[in-house]
DNA sequence: CCTATTTGACCTAA
DNA sequence: TTAGGTCAAATAGG
């Protein structure tokens, strides 16, 4: 690995992302062909980052993974129906990552639980699949401030999801409506269902799915006291949030960061 | 009325 | 014994 040229895209991506600040707090023209050139240039600084760091495309903190056999914490209703018995959580699928906001990871989430953690500053919050019944989705993920500033939010993932409610990524970027990002677009191989707005507030222009439930977003939803960060509340706005581009590479493959990495202006 | 969130209680693992 | 994870009644909000 070449130290020195991922500090230089750092460096680049920095400076990049540092205009595209500038221009958003200027506000108006957040549409314009700069800003979009500007966004390209700090995603592909970044992504170039990744790949010299080797960590594309998950770039976890800890992939610490054990065995798959995925042990839900089950209820053991053992003596009698007694609330919250269960055996704790072992040996599921856990991956954690590190973003400036809680992240949108394309799923819906709801929260089940808020913890104070010892010599934590900030709560942990719980989060479970929306799907966890219906679709019997045991994906969970706990979420935790760890940064005040800038806001740091520690996310991890256990276990995985059976459940088929992927939000349309390709679909949120179209809406940004830039038709030369078409590489971007390419890199999803996804088979996701109708574009829905939860967990994307710049999607409001999109319709909810007819026939699923309503689900609300987090964390943008959590009320400022107990949220874990009013920031996250100022994501409604035209521009998607900074992790938004988490939320691409999320679910990109190896092979689309060539696509990525050769989409020039 | 229905669904999501909050929050204290409850439970287990360490 | 305690910290952390989950449950579920109460509450909020549409």
Redesign the pocket.
Known sequence: MDDRKVLEELVKGREFANQLRQVMINGKDNDSPFVRSLAKNVLRSFTNTLFLLDKYPSYEVSPSTKSEDSQE?C??F?SKN?????????NTQEREEVSQTPKLDGHQW??????E??NAKYS?N?YRC?HKYDQNCQA?K?VQRIQEDPPLYKTTYLGHHTCNDFLNSAIILDSNNDPSDTSILLSFNNTFPTPTKQECPFLSSFPSPSSG??????PS???P???LDDSSRHNNVTLPPPDFWDVMFDSVDLDDVNLLLDCDD
């Open positions: 914490s209820k053991s053992n007694k609330r919250g018995c269960y055996k704790r959580k072992r709801r929260k089940y639980g808020q913890k953690i010892l942990r719980y929306t969970i706990q439930k309503k689900e609300e977003v987090i939803s959590s009320p006291e107990t949220s």
